[in-house]
């Protein structure tokens, strides 16, 4: 039986790490269910998108990934290495010579609305309501060419208890481009963590992943590479997890991803398809 609960404890401890822990029953004590995390993953993709058709994509980088719960504060994020040697022979926009970014960061903060109300407003599978955010950056200068990204998102958000996959979390937000100072259209995001197998020796396989999908945009037809008014990925993730390490492998869908309409343009670029990603990590 013991056993059991220290296994059973693992996958609790995993599952708050990915998608963070509901705030504390009584709601009176802000730091009751604290938590950090950070881990760094080891990651080869294949056939990212978008992709050059010409070139393909293959590609190897380090991700440095963090999270936890401090009081009102709910916090995922990631920063991404690409191409850590620096090869010219690397294929896709990862190679040096392109003059792509080197770096890519996500952050999502979310402020619990439950916390900060003092209230419970959980009810049905809904766990807890949140104020959410979300910004993707490329570290690249605008220069009024559409080079960098400079994404932002805003919204609302809900830790949901979905069947089999148990908490989810889920946003809605609109989307504000920094590069063009203006508002264009929506985003709905969800993330989970399944751990469906236990072995003797406390490590588990998880079923993870997440979607983000983009919608009620506008179409641009005159860019260099046209958008579209809808377009999205969804990630699906085989992970086995000890205290300390974790392997996996993952396969992600694209539809228009980016709002890039696939195969359109000068560039020709797929943004629609499927990519491959093994990843190793070690966790802090």
Sequence with gaps: MMKNVKTLALAATAVAAISG???????????????????????????????????????????????????VFDLYGYVDVFNLANETSSNGDKNPGTGKSKLFMKFAPRVSIDAVTGKDLSFGPIQEVYFSTLFNWDGLINDNDGSGVNSTFWGVGADVNVPWLGKTGMNLYGFYDMNAKEWNGYQFSANWFKPFHFFDNKSFLSFQGYVDYQFGADEDTTAFVPKTTNGGNVFFGLYWHSDRYAVGYGLKGYKDVYLLEDGAGALALESTGWAHYLSATYKF
């Design 21 to 71: 822990n509901a705030f504390a029953a009584d709601r009176t004590d802000l730091h009751g269910t604290d938590y950090k995390w950070m881990q760094f993953n080891a990651m080869y993709s294949i056939g990212e998108k978008p992709e050059n058709p010409a070139s393909g994509d293959q590609h190897n980088y380090l991700e440095m990934e963090f999270g936890g719960r401090s009081g």
